[in-house]
């Protein structure tokens, strides 16, 4: 397909996509929202953890960091403030984290990110008690369903785009081969440590802004909300059914999902976390490769065999 | 003589209470071929890691046109011009043969992008004798065909000094003599070549000179027939009773 196209095809869908809170009424937005948060949030995971293969949990430690900082700014300053603020600030956490983290491989990254993430809510809510002494803030601020709907388009166009010009780049070509072989990488001249905190830099970023643009959906958040872990897991499986060496793989993995968590916890709402767990043991058995890796390969199989 | 490439001296590296590198010193002259000897354990792969900068050494020094480059970084060792393979074949695994090569464009000396590194990729892939291969995944490769593209993905950094590690160890006897004209051709470009080999015949065909080792220490240096025939040599491989 050329080049020209796609772009036309892809205007085309987020022109479509952007028409839905005109016309959706409060459930079916609801729904929108919480599908365009997690395509934003897997595919910014993808962006880093796709090409490394460095599995992180951390996704809502920046989640979090950006909902809570937008909590705490609420009414204090312009929200196109809030968010620099917000970005800057997982961006900082980021760099530090990073920075001190990447030597770390494998099982040592999983556990650690896992960490971190309990860490900062744990900072967080020892904050909010001895020093401001109330747990949990509420968020008032005017910014109504459809503009966070259309925030997170915004920044899914975003993850998106810096995926699409990364993959083209040198540094997209640098993260492939960390992925493959890091001893290989040093030595044909990548300074791994740069590429690495780069890429997981930028995923946090995204990951911390969209943790802002949501803030405004609880009215009343808590660290225990704002940092529960199940979003990183969620965000995981997500992924890893869709498939991380595609760009757009994530997506695949979002859309079922979502609908499937969105009927459990209607359904099941005591037996959730068992269901999830179940869902993520199948997915990783039965399709390892992700739902774009399988049909790849079924379409290169019949191909062979034709 | 003019001044060396390559300079190590008195290089020391210790894994615990063993000494796997003792105070070793040998150098390369511009387009020389040497050959680096010894028993399995002696501590030849570790030289190169220390010259390469995978391994960072305890003492001595390693200069590279005069530079010192013993505490450098891999990728700053690479990107002066040090290429190597490895002593088990590393090819990257989810790009294809010419993607390969261009991981080693992309970064080094003269670093190439876009067109032109897709080019160069091709020519080198010809150059090793993988033309025509530039979509195949590595995993369709033969033994010897992955050795020639991890050969290749070192000559993309267009090195001054490349490091093999065993490059044509496992090679049947058509193979071999394949690769030894192949390494042949490369000192013909101009290339200093440091090799690790077990290989008698291609140590004879290929080395000016050869060091060898034995329990991190050097044993013998000269040319290989002379060296080959050493006392010291003889005993290293082959026990007391034969030297």
Known sequence: MKPAFLLAAA?????????????????????????????????????????TRYVSLATVAFFGIGAYTAAVLAER???????LIALAVGLAVALIVGLSTLRLSGVYFVIFTFGLAELIRQIVTWYEVNVTRTLGRYIFVGIDPADIYWQLLGLAVLVFAAGIVIRRSRLGLALRVIGDDETVARHVGINTTIAKVALFALSAAFMTLCGAVMAPRWTYIDPAIAFSPVVSFQVLIMALLGGVHRLYGPLFGVVPLVLLFEFLLARFPNHFSILVGLAFMLIVYAIPQGIVGFVERMVRRKGEAA | MSAPLLEVAGLTRRFGGLVAVDDISLSLQPGEIMGLLGPNGSGKSTVLNL?????????????????????????????????RTFQLVRVLGSLNCRENVLAGLAFGRDALWGHPAQQRADELLARVGLAGRANTATAELTYIDQKRLELARALALDPRLLLLDEWLAGLNPTELQDGIALVRSLRGEGLTILL????????????????????????????????????????AYLGDDDA
């Open chain 1, 11 to 51: 205007t085309v869908a987020v022109a479509v996509l952007a028409t839905v809170p005109l016309y959706a009424n409060g459930y079916q937005l609801s729904l929108a929202i919480t599908l365009m948060n997690y395509t934003v949030l897997a595919t910014a995971w993808t962006l880093f953890s796709g090409p």
């Open chain 1, 77 to 83: 300053m312009a929200w196109p403030w809030i968010l």
């Open chain 2, 51 to 83: 010259i390469s900068g995978a391994l960072r050494p305890d003492h001595g020094s390693v200069r590279l046109n005069g530079h010192e480059i013993g505490a450098a970084a891999p990728h700053r060792i690479a990107r002066l011009g040090v290429a």
């Open chain 2, 196 to 235: 690790v080999e077990h290989v008698m015949d291609a140590i004879r065909s290929l080395c000016d000179r050869c060091v060898v080792m034995n329990a991190g220490r050097k044993i013998a240096e000269g040319a290989p027939d002379a060296v080959l025939a050493e006392a010291e040599v003889i005993r």
